[in-house]
């Protein structure tokens, strides 16, 4: 777990508005979000503001907003995928039927 920052407010489209400690590019859209009792949170959407003192728009899973101003939040990256298949790893097209 990596600190992200602390929640500063719901915005009107229901999102969550995360004041970043500091920007690092590794922090990315897609990344789970995570209180300090690794409950998920929500999902980045967004990297807002300049690089100096950056702004994270999260998509929330969770319906309570009243107690979660002022909560530092952490970040969980997610495992990707590897697919090993040949349709995926090949440049070649993939052949169809024809009707």
Same mark, same amino acid.
């Given at each position: ?8 407010? &719901? ?5 969550? +508005?995360? $004041?970043?400690?500091?920007? *690092? ?6 990344? !789970?979000?995570?209180? %300090? ?9 967004? +990297?807002?503001? =300049? +690089? ?7 998509? =929330? &899973?969770?319906? @309570?907003? %009243? ?12 495992? @990707? *995928? %590897?697919?090993?298949? *040949?349709?995926? !790893?090949?440049?070649?097209? +993939? $052949?169809? !039927?024809? @009707?």
């Amino acid at each position: 777990m990596e600190l992200l920052g602390e929640i500063l407010h &719901f915005s009107k489209s229901g999102r969550i +508005i995360v $004041k970043m400690d500091k920007y *690092k590019p590794s922090i990315k859209p897609g990344l !789970n979000v995570s209180d %300090n009792q690794e409950k998920k949170i929500g999902k980045i959407s967004e +990297i807002l503001g =300049p +690089i100096k003192s950056p702004y994270a728009s999260i998509i =929330p &899973f969770i319906q @309570k907003r %009243n107690k979660l101003t002022g909560t530092k939040v952490y970040i969980h990256e997610t495992l @990707k *995928k %590897n697919y090993s298949s *040949k349709a995926y !790893n090949s440049k070649s097209r +993939i $052949k169809r !039927n024809k @009707k």
